[in-house]
């Protein structure tokens, strides 16, 4: 298991000459899957987008297992998914999934392998523009885990997904975890939370907390996340 995965400190950015983060600090462990909870425009695809090296700061420091984030030797080592699909329209999912393997250079096998752990192998010979909306996000997350990366960050993985399927990806996002990666989730799906093993809750690019789902509750008294969440954002503008 790594040492350290993502450690921001300070970080400010700064939009259209507006602030969107508000000097962040917090930390990302391997092993974990952190969960970063907030409505949506609060700033979580900023970001997200700051940790994968792809967003411009104004302040402070983001780095990823001690490397600057955005570095080149961090490319292969980081699988991020975004809310817009990020595969080829034109090609079948087993054709998409084939390319970025060479791209990456992994074992062929790793195709079969990403495709049963997203479920999409009775999939794998369609177009991509014919699956559904969540069939093509899962094409997504099966290429992002192409590289078997230590840092995955999938920002709103579960949006348009049945019950079932949203279940059965959360078990691998923590098997992932368990077998030595660190997660970084978001939602604004509030009961998407009791699934993280911490969480980190963002309000108008600010961090109200950083805790446990047990530890929110205990902390706030309250008897559920949503319900948490509206009691630290009270406390925070009073």
Same mark, same amino acid.
């Given at each position: 298991m790594m040492k350290s995965g993502v450690d921001v400190s300070d970080l400010r950015v700064v939009r259209g000459g507006a602030e969107v983060l508000h000097d962040l600090t917090f930390s990302v462990e391997p092993g974990e899957v952190t969960g970063l909870l907030g409505p949506s425009g609060c700033g979580k695809t900023t970001l997200m987008r700051a940790i994968v090296g792809v967003q411009r700061i104004s302040a402070g420091r983001v780095t990823v297992f001690g490397e600057p984030a955005g570095a080149a030797s961090l490319r292969a080592r980081i699988g991020y998914v975004t809310q817009a699909p990020s595969v080829y329209d034109d090609l079948t999912v087993e054709e998409n999934l084939v390319f970025f393997a060479a791209v990456l250079g992994?074992?062929?096998?790793?195709?079969? +392998?990403?495709? /049963? #752990? !997203?479920?999409?192998?009775? +999939?794998?010979? /369609? #177009? !991509?523009?014919?699956?559904?909306?969540?069939? /093509?996000?899962?094409v997504s997350l099966a290429v992002a885990l192409l590289g078997e990366p230590a840092l995955i960050v999938l920002d709103e993985p579960t949006v348009g997904l049945d019950p079932v399927l949203r279940k059965d990806l959360w078990e691998t996002f923590h098997r992932l975890?368990?077998?030595?990666?660190?997660?970084?989730?978001?939602?604004?799906?509030?009961?998407?939370?009791t699934r993280c093993d911490r969480l980190i809750l963002l309000r108008e690019g600010r961090i109200i907390a950083d805790d446990t789902p047990p530890g929110l509750l205990e902390k706030t008294g309250a008897e559920d996340i949503e319900t948490a969440f509206l009691d630290l954002v009270a406390r925070a503008a009073s």
């Amino acid at each position: 298991m790594m040492k350290s995965g993502v450690d921001v400190s300070d970080l400010r950015v700064v939009r259209g000459g507006a602030e969107v983060l508000h000097d962040l600090t917090f930390s990302v462990e391997p092993g974990e899957v952190t969960g970063l909870l907030g409505p949506s425009g609060c700033g979580k695809t900023t970001l997200m987008r700051a940790i994968v090296g792809v967003q411009r700061i104004s302040a402070g420091r983001v780095t990823v297992f001690g490397e600057p984030a955005g570095a080149a030797s961090l490319r292969a080592r980081i699988g991020y998914v975004t809310q817009a699909p990020s595969v080829y329209d034109d090609l079948t999912v087993e054709e998409n999934l084939v390319f970025f393997a060479a791209v990456l250079g992994v074992p062929r096998d790793r195709v079969d +392998e990403c495709l /049963r #752990v !997203v479920a999409l192998e009775p +999939e794998r010979g /369609r #177009v !991509v523009r014919a699956l559904s909306g969540g069939q /093509r996000s899962r094409v997504s997350l099966a290429v992002a885990l192409l590289g078997e990366p230590a840092l995955i960050v999938l920002d709103e993985p579960t949006v348009g997904l049945d019950p079932v399927l949203r279940k059965d990806l959360w078990e691998t996002f923590h098997r992932l975890a368990d077998e030595g990666a660190a997660v970084f989730v978001s939602s604004h799906v509030m009961d998407e939370a009791t699934r993280c093993d911490r969480l980190i809750l963002l309000r108008e690019g600010r961090i109200i907390a950083d805790d446990t789902p047990p530890g929110l509750l205990e902390k706030t008294g309250a008897e559920d996340i949503e319900t948490a969440f509206l009691d630290l954002v009270a406390r925070a503008a009073s």
